[in-house]
């Protein structure tokens, strides 16, 4: 039997051993698969916890689905949890602007895509010129070719807006806010392309693809422990508090992982499932780190502020919210606690050093953007809050990256590479890790038919 080792318990590497683990048929049977996390968790960056200030488990970042994300859909099927997210059908976000304007980005009855034109003409935020401007670029994607897109990459978000028309308040109420949430940069930093990918996979391809999926229970909860659950059912080894140190290599060809503790672990393939930092690590000793030419210092970290807040009354703001003009960027509803409070998570993304960090200066900053939405908050009505930093949320997805991001397979034989940050065609998202397991996996798969035949 073939032995797979994964180095890297995030989502990643969780879906790349659901798809070894489950290949029957492909041969005869799933390779022997050990997965190796040198943290006391799985999850990697895709986890809850318990705190006292909850009922229920809190998570350490608000992640968000959209139907577009058939890799994760699938994902959360094969685990049995696929009912366990809320979908706002056609969008149906509201929006508040700082100075009091509000409006609704919400596709229309017609038929797929004229309901998504009808959302871009309602969306009052805008002035009527500027709104039919966004569709000349929704047009202009239509039309583009493989060829278009890649040389999108070379473009900043920024760039290649102001290249369509796209006025000053057009970018700061519209492309801001869905650059931020998508690709965690600033639109004068990202990659035009990965902008231009998301929105063709949002809002021109089925017409579910614009839907947004909210998780209904913890993340661990749905990502992370069924997916362990299942994996330990399959006979799949999953071994925590198990750092790799190195990586021994016969001549140009993988043949296992050495770990911190000395011990030794043959195998027929190797998988990187870590991030590039991670990974920069384990190589840094070994020849490979030349052959595979990974330019780890072009990928930077984006940090994503999150900050749990609890209050005496409800918002009465829906499930998921927009802010424009402000600090804070997209407010959600967690329900009720038992004691009568109600729970809220707000983002922050690419939060740079000009957003409180603290919750003593949050504070006044929360207060003052939630009454954007609730007008007559009172400052006793604002209870507890909990800000959460994950540093290295995402890479910054610059333009000009898409070429460096390496693929699954590599120059060294039987040394394959998964993680958001490879070429997955998508952002740093759980999409693109659950894309990029799959992927690794199959090229595994497709490694071990050949030497069979």
Known sequence: MKHVVIMGGGVAG???????????????????????????????RVYSFAHALSDSPLDNGQHVLMGCCVAAIEYLREVGHEQNVERLRGLALPFFRADGARSRLEAGTLPHPLGMVQAFLRYDML??????????????????????????????????????????????????????????????????????????????????????????????ELFIDPAAHLLELRGVELRLHAPAETLRLDGDRCIGVEMKDGAFLEADAVMSAMPAWALRRVLEQTEASTALQVKYDSFLPSEILSVHFWTSRDLDAGSMSGLLDTKLQWLFAKGRESDG??????????????????????????????????????????????????????????????VVRPCAETA???????????????PATIEGAIRSGYTAAESILTLFAGNQS
């Not at 492909?26 to 799985?42: G, V």
């Not at 060294?412 to 998508?426: E, H, R, V």
């Open 14 to 44: 969780l879906a790349a051993a659901l798809r070894l683990s489950r290949s029957a048929g492909r041969s005869s049977l799933p390779p022997r698969i050990t997965l190796l996390e040198a943290s006391p968790k799985l999850g990697g």
């Open 127 to 220: 002035s009527l010129p500027d709104r039919l401007r966004i569709l000349r670029v929704a047009l202009r994607l239509r039309s583009m070719k493989e060829t278009d897109l890649a040389a999108l990459d070379a473009m900043s978000c920024e760039a290649w807006l102001r290249s369509m028309g796209q006025s000053p308040a057009a970018i700061d109420y519209f492309w801001h806010p869905v650059i931020l949430a998508t690709l965690n940069a600033d639109h004068e930093r990202a990659s035009a392309k990965l902008l231009a990918v998301v929105l063709r996979e949002i809002f021109l391809s089925t017409p579910e693809a614009a839907d947004v999926l909210l998780p209904a229970a913890p993340l661990g």
């Open 341 to 402: 409070r109600y729970r809220y998570s707000c983002t922050v993304s690419a939060a740079g050093d000009d957003v409180p960090r603290s919750a003593g200066e949050l504070r006044p900053l929360l207060l003052e953007e939630l009454r954007l939405i609730c007008p007559d908050l009172a400052g006793d009505e604002l209870l507890d809050l909990l800000p959460l930093r994950e540093k290295r949320a995402t890479f910054v997805p610059a333009a000009g990256l898409e």
């Open 412 to 426: 060294i034989q039987g040394l394959f590479l998964a993680g958001d940050w490879t070429a997955t065609g998508f």
